[in-house]
């Protein structure tokens, strides 16, 4: 039997045990062994007198009477039996487990693990244990239906003892001398069955950084394919024509802005395949740079697209983009999935024909229905919805083309080494010059008229506002705002003096794009919106923000929200609505009020939430990290990075005897492995 074998030729592993083992992400013997618990129950016997009340711990004492079961109520189930521990008389509850009462037999010692409430002198029972247990520690590990705790222990077991032999080091020898890692015979060994919590405080430690190391490998690895010379287009741009269109724009370019656009013409030129991310705050400028790029692709006789998440943000850039590239002659073309007809066959007809100098639309654009004549440029426009893998595919789309990802929810360096890790990162640190900080304050739900009453004083002024709510209709589960019933609200404060409309993702592109291209024109002044509009929407005539319910948002959402609002020259206000029913939520209103930074938050949004929330959803791209959290774990994370960082620059190719099982372990993964 072989460590990559499938797990169904495992003794006592048939079709129904294989299904539930799958179910939990193990599919090989191998896949088995490094399936390990995510905690242990410590079962050393403490005297009764060093426990605190409630903490768990083992139990073990003698059965003096027969145990009782009782009912109390509609499947509710209790078993009580007495145990004579240290000459003290302890009760012992179980609850909905009868069937313990034939494991308690009077006048014979047994072991229980369970909390133990001092002033009762009472345990209330988790599990009872064997007698004979050697270690000091009892695995837990995540677990469903068809495979449970004492199931999976025993496979464990089985597969170790007869292919835990086979364990081979992938850590190159020196990297795990120096910082003291066991053999993952040892790790395998020490996770699973540890004698001592020293045991397996040393065997998580490892299991860390390895995880870490493996993947920042894999990563190194991807980023050297991308980086190989001759593997890219090199697009020799025309650069009196590109500062000729730079000074056509109405504004000047801020020294942050003209530091990201060299590094990026500098990519372009290079043989080597772009592959960089550009992240910037709210309205620091990311868009008028990609403008740049795509330029510069277009002067040296290639097509660019620009990929934005919705249709109202392709229709917004593509109106802006047009009346930008006028005056250089450059064709640009609309692309979206509502687009059907003859509007349609003439896009597809323009890209494919080369008429389309920039391309823009949504994420449908890289289907393989769309051909483009010379496609060398892509840039996607709030790129943390994607993987790694997303990102490799689309260097087959077209020429090969070189790649900008952007992204405008800051990221920090924990988890720009852990999604972004193959990427060149550019940064856009400033804002441009007189943008004022947006007020932001925040309301309880019942102060909500103070805002009201401002934003009626705004808009005497010609001012704009947004109003954003979480959900779209009422709900029986949530007693939350939802914008139905708020746009009625607002409709009858506001109006006849104000337009108020709405604007939700179950609305069609059509109507959609109508409500914003009449919020733009000024025809409405007050937009009701879910958070259809958190990205890229772009009015500058909106300085008023409100957002109900606030506390349901992440920092990210709620930054993303705010920037669209203080665009123009006049001061801008944000009014956060909420009454927060915890501590964290609490702490993000409050941060949200502190600063307008959006590096500053999502240091503080990584602190409050842990990395798995930063961009919203489980489609972020983040890596999903079996035993080390980037954030608790960051120094090992940080310390992995650069490790695997160094070992690629001295030895490229991974030639060194000592980093051979590293290539081969490399050579075997699968492409999706660890990446989505």
Not at 174 to 179: A, E, M, S
Not at 466 to 474: D, G, L, N
């Given at each position: 039997m ?8 495992l ?6 045990t294989a299904t539930g083992?799958?179910?939990?992400g193990?599919f ?6 490094f399936?390990?618990?995510f905690?242990?129950?410590d ?6 007198a ?25 499947h509710?189930?209790?078993?009580n039996v007495?145990l004579l521990i240290e ?5 012992v ?10 494991k308690f037999?009077?006048d014979e010692?047994?072991a229980?693990y369970?909390?133990?409430d001092?002033a009762?002198?009472?345990v209330?029972g988790?599990?009872v244990l064997m007698?004979?247990t ?18 999976l222990i025993e496979?464990i077991?089985?597969a170790?003892e007869?292919t835990?032999?086979?364990?081979q080091e992938v850590i190159p020898?020196?990297i795990?001398?120096h ?6 015979h040892d ?5 699973h069955?540890p ?5 397996s405080d ?6 860390i950084?390895r995880?870490?190391?493996l993947?920042e ?18 697009l020799?741009?025309d650069?009196?024509?590109?500062k ?5 724009l109405?504004?000047?370019l801020?020294?942050a ?8 013409c ?6 080597q395949?772009?592959?960089?991310l550009?992240?910037g705050d709210?309205?620091?400028?990311k868009?008028?740079v ?5 330029f ?7 097509q660019?697209a ?7 943000l392709?229709e ?5 983009l047009?009346?930008l ?8 073309t609309l692309?979206?999935?509502?687009m059907t007809?003859a ?6 007809s ?7 100098n920039?391309v823009i639309g949504?994420?449908a ?14 840039v996607i426009d709030e790129?943390h919805r994607f993987?790694?893998n ?9 020429l090969n083309p ?8 800051p990221i920090?360096r924990t ?10 990162i550019?940064t ?7 943008r004022?900080p947006?007020?932001t304050s ?18 005497s002024?010609?001012d704009q506002a947004?109003?954003?709510?979480p959900m779209?209709?009422e709900?029986d589960?949530m007693s ?11 409709a ?9 409309a709405l604007?939700?993702?179950?609305m069609t592109s059509?109507?959609k794009a109508?409500t914003m291209?009449?919020f ?6 007050v ?11 772009d ?11 606030a506390?349901r ?5 709620l930054h ?5 609002v203080g665009?123009?020259?006049?001061q ?7 009454d927060p029913q915890?501590e964290?939520?609490?702490k ?14 999502a240091?503080a949004?990584?602190k409050l939430r ?7 959803d489980?489609?972020s791209g983040l890596?999903?990290?079996?035993i ?7 120094n ?6 650069q490790?695997?960082?160094d070992?690629?620059?001295v030895?490229?190719q991974?030639a060194a005897?000592?980093n051979l099982?590293?290539k081969?372990?490399l ?5 999706s492995e660890?990446f989505?």
């Amino acid at each position: 039997m072989q460590l990559n074998d499938s797990v169904g030729t495992l003794a006592g592993v048939g079709p129904k045990t294989a299904t539930g083992l799958n179910a939990l992400g193990i599919f090989s013997i191998r896949d088995l062994l490094f399936y390990f618990p995510f905690r242990y129950d410590d079962l050393q016997v403490r005297p009764l007198a060093t426990l605190a009340d409630q903490e768990k711990a083992m139990f073990k004492g003698t059965v003096i009477s027969p145990p009782v079961v009782s009912y109390f109520g509609p499947h509710k189930v209790r078993l009580n039996v007495r145990l004579l521990i240290e000459q003290t008389v302890v009760i012992v509850t179980f609850f909905n487990q009868p069937w313990l009462k034939d494991k308690f037999v009077q006048d014979e010692e047994i072991a229980v693990y369970g909390k133990w409430d001092h002033a009762r002198k009472n345990v209330v029972g988790m599990k009872v244990l064997m007698q004979n247990t050697a270690n000091d520690l009892d695995p837990i590990y995540s677990v469903n239906k068809q495979i449970r705790q004492k199931k999976l222990i025993e496979l464990i077991h089985t597969a170790f003892e007869t292919t835990g032999d086979q364990l081979q080091e992938v850590i190159p020898a020196p990297i795990r001398n120096h910082y003291r890692l066991l053999t993952d015979h040892d790790l395998v060994q020490q996770m699973h069955f540890p004698k001592t919590i020293q045991e397996s405080d040393a065997a998580r430690r490892t299991a860390i950084f390895r995880e870490f190391f493996l993947f920042e490998a894999k990563i190194q690895r991807l980023r050297q394919d991308n980086t190989q010379a001759g593997d890219g287009l090199q697009l020799s741009y025309d650069l009196s024509a590109l500062k000729s269109f730079i000074l056509t724009l109405p504004f000047a370019l801020t020294t942050a802005q003209k530091r990201v656009v060299n590094e990026i013409c500098a990519d372009l030129k290079s043989p080597q395949h772009m592959n960089r991310l550009l992240q910037g705050d709210v309205g620091s400028g990311k868009t008028i740079v990609a403008a740049i790029a795509m330029f510069a692709a277009v002067t040296a006789g290639y097509q660019a697209a620009l990929m934005v998440p919705t249709e109202i943000l392709a229709e917004q850039h593509a109106k802006k983009l047009t009346k930008l590239f006028t005056v250089m002659q450059v064709r640009v073309t609309l692309l979206t999935g509502s687009m059907t007809g003859a509007a349609r066959r003439e896009a597809l007809s323009e890209i494919e024909g080369g008429r389309a100098n920039i391309v823009i639309g949504t994420h449908a654009l890289i289907q393989d229905a769309i051909n483009f004549a010379k496609l060398g440029f892509i840039v996607i426009d709030e790129q943390h919805r994607f993987g790694v893998n997303q990102r490799r595919a689309l260097r087959e789309k077209g020429l090969n083309p070189d790649l900008l990802a952007m992204t405008a929810t800051p990221i920090p360096r924990t988890l720009a080494i852990t999604t972004y890790g193959e990427m060149a990162i550019s940064t856009i640190d400033e804002l441009p010059a007189g943008r004022r900080p947006i007020e932001t304050s925040w309301l309880k739900i019942n102060q909500a008229d103070k805002a009201l009453a401002l934003t009626r004083d705004q808009l005497s002024h010609g001012d704009q506002a947004f109003v954003v709510a979480p959900m779209i209709s009422e709900s029986d589960q949530m007693s939350l705002k939802n914008v139905e019933d708020l746009y009625e609200q607002l409709a009858g404060y506001f109006e006849p003096n104000y337009h108020v409309a709405l604007l939700h993702g179950q609305m069609t592109s059509d109507e959609k794009a109508a409500t914003m291209a009449a919020f733009n024109r000024n025809e409405i002044q007050v937009l009701v919106a879910t958070t259809v509009v958190e990205v890229g929407v772009d009015v500058p005539n909106a300085n008023i923000m409100l957002i109900y319910n606030a506390d349901r948002f992440g920092l990210a959402t709620l930054h993303q929200l705010r920037g669209r609002v203080g665009r123009g020259d006049r001061q801008a206000y944000c009014f956060l609505i909420a009454d927060p029913q915890n501590e964290v939520a609490v702490k993000r209103m409050e941060i949200m009020t502190q600063t307008n930074d959006g590096f500053k938050l999502a240091d503080a949004d990584l602190k409050l939430r842990g990395q798995g929330d930063i961009f919203g959803d489980k489609q972020s791209g983040l890596p999903d990290f079996k035993i080390g959290d980037p954030v608790s774990d960051n120094n090992s994370l940080v310390t992995a990075h650069q490790v695997a960082l160094d070992l690629f620059r001295v030895d490229p190719q991974l030639a060194a005897p000592e980093n051979l099982p590293l290539k081969r372990y490399l050579a075997t993964l699968q492409d999706s492995e660890n990446f989505d």
